[in-house]
């Protein structure tokens, strides 16, 4: 047999402390639908960006058609035929699809004319090729979602593409429209390219795979043809068996319902109807896949998203809640996600990021203490242990888990009643991620509520006394803290438990 | 040291501009032609304030020149009413609020771009002075010139009156809620917000107090002339904006220290007068000033390439 199309060869890439890939190996041959699964964190993404080129590696090999590739780059990559199609297409909204399909295939010369009929013709070609019905004089905007993965697939295709990727491409699709883009990849393996495909609905995987790899903690568990596995072995391969990490124990008894969810939903935010109690002093893990809508469903609390229906109760009492501030009244806190983005201000000092959730309390008639600010500062790089050579170094200065504690310590100063945690430990060393559970756990202890979003599935089972897990926007299982791996997943990939 | 190096090196620009001076042309520290220089600049002054709030909030406000212009307009109509000062400054202080909520309003409530909206707002308020005003003075009644003191007093009065707002303002940037809510709102406004800071408001302040404070420098400039030309006002935003990036406040918001402003201010300022003091014609003012602010900005580029690293 010839040398495969693709062939990465123990590849590692970290970032910071964290290793996202611990050697990984990978092949695609042409003419194969390879599937890639894993968990959220898995490595995927890391995975896919360094065969783009858009990531180097740190060690490991490349070699694209039994050829060794040195130095991948996005340009490079596009050269050697490798394409990848996002859930979210990267068109030009307002160009029509002729002319984004140009773009990307026409020799760019500043001052070359264009060829509008060639052009046309060309775009018209391909879609027709892959069984679309677009006109290339739309404009993308006008597009559907599934539309506009058509049109990422023809300049694909236009571009000779001979290694595509498809990271959920079916995530935003109707069950036609899958079936159209099923035709499509089959036709692409028909044709002799080599298919990756990425996607967390395993029913997709045995329709369509020849191999499965899966990947779990940045590292392959190995390749296997797709009617070797059933879909258990799956999901046991995806989630593992031992955990990695001791987790410190619960000690607290829940105390009463401080927040209570009745059928709460949003349009704008795609929560749909969530009913949810969550006690003081337990710990309420909110799992589920990426898009499943549990960000969405914290910021529809924190008030940054409008709540349609349903109610919020806090202590027994409703409320509405239309903006931060007001959520911050409540007793809501939440750490966001994005700790580099929306979390803390890299440009601001440690003390002034602390206390940014408590002007009002902590400075009465908004003249500013600092005496009393630094106190404040001091106490909880104290309690947090957060490493720091003082409230005055800017936010910058620390490293992600000390900066994902004053992430933290900003709402503990609020002393709220209810504390979200959005992927508290994400991106942060395995020394700080223990020291945040210990803190998280110490707190719950203190009898604050804690609701906490995590895609680390070891996280959520150590973590958790319920665990609740989303799917499209609901609820679909309430489990107990000591549930197995599989059940979790099984609910949060809308399987019934094996 | 560190913190503060691009206005400190800004103020060591001047020092230096300065000593030269000192050194070649010590007629330039003569205390008349001094004091007036330095009184022509109080009003560009307190709009600068007012304009580095509204930059580090991440905004920016090119109609100071016309919201000036109309402001004078409207002091010097009600001083020649025969309205005691007071009142006229009231007045003017007020009309600025308006015309800076105004923009604040189209900023910070219905989300669109401040460079386009205090661009219409400019035209808007431009126009409709000239259509009003047709070009005439505003002869003014005796007693208004230097608020009815002498000359040197009035000078000095203007001038005290200008620091003593500046180190308010600094003053209060630095010790007040407010001023920290500027900084937050203009780094990263989404942060701000998910911290219960209302950036709307925030913005919506510093567009207002911007106004305000460009009602006063109107009244500050109308005080230095028996007249008030409709000219008044013209070209300002630009020398405001211009001092503001000089002295360090960043355009992309979330940076700056009004001190720094006050030196970027001077700096642009002097260079006028040192010319002609240097015997160099003074053609090459707005070419030296120019290069002086692409000076700052490329600063400021090499600066934030660095710390993206």
Redesign the interface.
Known sequence: MSAPLLQLTSVTKSFGAVRALKGVSFDLRAGEVHALLGENGAGKSTLIKVITGAHQPDGGSIDIKGERVAHLTPASAHKLGIACIYQQPALFPDLTVAENIGLRLEKTRSFARVDWSARRTRAAELLQRIGAEISPEAEVCSLSMPEQQLVEIACALGAGARIVIMDEPTASLTQKEQHLLFAVVRELRASGVGVIYISHRLEEIFALADRVTVLRDGESLGTNAAGELNETQLIQLMVGREVSHIYPPAESAPGEVVLSLKNLGSTAGGVRSVTLDVRAGEVVGLAGLVGAGRTELARVLFGITPADFGEILLGGKRVSISSPSEAIAHGIAYVPEDRRRHGVILEMPVAHNITMAVHPALFPGGWLRFGAETELAQKFIHDLSIKTYGPDAPGSSLSGGNQQKISVARWLATKPKLLILDEPTQGVDVGAKSEIHRIIRALAKDGLAVLMISSDLPEILGMSDRIAVMRSGTLTAMLPGKSDAHEVMAAALGKEAA | MKRYFRELSVAAALALLLLVLALVAPSFFSPQPLLSRLTAQTPSLVVAVGMALVIICRQIDISVGSQFGVCAVIAGLLAAAGLPLPVVLLASIGSGMVMGALNGWLVAGLGLPSIVVTLATMVTWQEALRLFQQGKFVNLPPGTQWFGLSQLGGQTALICAALVLLALAAWAM?????G??I??VG??A?????????PRRTTLGAFTLLGALTGLAAVMNVVQSPQVQPTFGAGLELKVIAACVVGGVAVNG??GNLWGVFAGLLLLAMINPALTSLHVEAHWEKAIQGLVILLAVVADGLRTRRNRR
Do not use: P, V
């Not at chain 2, 630095?174 to 407010?178: F, G, I, Q, S, V």
């Not at chain 2, 989404?190 to 209302?198: F, K, T, V």
């Open positions: 630095k010790n007040l809620a407010a920290r809510f900084y937050a780094t990263d989404e942060a701000a917000r998910l911290a219960g800071i209302n979330g940076r």
